[in-house]
C-alpha cells in the first residue's frame, strides 16, 4: 500500500502531523535472528507503557539518512550482543493507521557465534513451537514478532 507522505516531516523522535490530529514515529526495524540450528533469538525489554517486560524482536529506530538494513544490524548487536551473517528484508508493517504513521520494516538474519555480551536486554532463545506457544498464551503480542514467528513458520512449512 502506498500513502501521500510528502508533507509529512522526519522526525528523531515522536512528533505530530502538522494539524496536530496523529501521531508520526520514526521509522523503525526489526530482525528475527535465527541461529545455524535453527532457533530464534527473541529479547525481554521492560516496557513502560504496558508496566512489564516484553517479548519481541530485537530492534528500534531507524536513524535519518540510515540504510534499513544497517540499522537493524546495528539494533541486534547493540540489543543482544550477536552479530548477523545477513539480513533478509521481510515486510513492512503500518502499525496503526487510525491515530499514527508508524512504520516497522521487518528482517530475517542467521545469527553469527559470535557474541559481545550486553546488559541492555535479556536474551531468550526458543525453538519455533515455543514461540508459537507463546504466541497462543498471550506471552508474545508484539505485532513485529508475531507476524515473523508466522512468517518463519509458513516459509518451514510448519
Same mark, same amino acid.
Given at each position: 500500500?502506498? #500513502? ?11 512528533? $505530530? ?5 496523529? $501521531? ?5 526495524? =526489526?530482525?528475527?535472528? &535465527?541461529?545455524?540450528?535453527?532457533? =530464534? ?22 536513524? &535519518? /539518512? ?15 550482543? #550477536? ?15 487510525? =491515530? ?14 559470535? #557474541? ?21 498464551? /498471550? ?7 508475531? =507476524? ?11
Amino acid at each position: 500500500m502506498d #500513502y501521500k507522505t510528502e508533507n509529512i516531516p522526519v522526525f528523531k523522535s515522536i512528533g $505530530l502531523s502538522p494539524d496536530g490530529k496523529f $501521531l508520526i514515529f520514526p521509522e523503525s526495524a =526489526a530482525i528475527l535472528g &535465527v541461529f545455524e540450528n535453527g532457533k =530464534a533469538l527473541l529479547v525481554e525489554q521492560p516496557r513502560k507503557a504496558v508496566n512489564t517486560n516484553t517479548l519481541e524482536l530485537p530492534g528500534g529506530r531507524v536513524n &535519518v /539518512g540510515e540504510d534499513k538494513e544497517e540499522a537493524v544490524k546495528r539494533e541486534l548487536l547493540e540489543e543482544t550482543g #550477536y552479530l548477523c551473517k545477513n539480513a533478509r528484508f521481510l515486510f513492512t508493517l503500518d502499525m496503526d493507521f487510525s =491515530a499514527s504513521i508508524h512504520r516497522t520494516h521487518v528482517f530475517i538474519g542467521e545469527l553469527t557465534d559470535k #557474541y559481545k555480551p550486553t546488559e541492555k536486554f535479556t536474551n531468550h532463545i526458543f525453538e519455533l513451537s515455543q514461540l508459537i506457544d507463546l504466541i497462543h498464551d /498471550g506471552k508474545i503480542t508484539h505485532a513485529p514478532s508475531v =507476524a515473523a514467528i508466522y512468517w518463519l513458520k509458513s516459509e518451514r512449512g510448519e
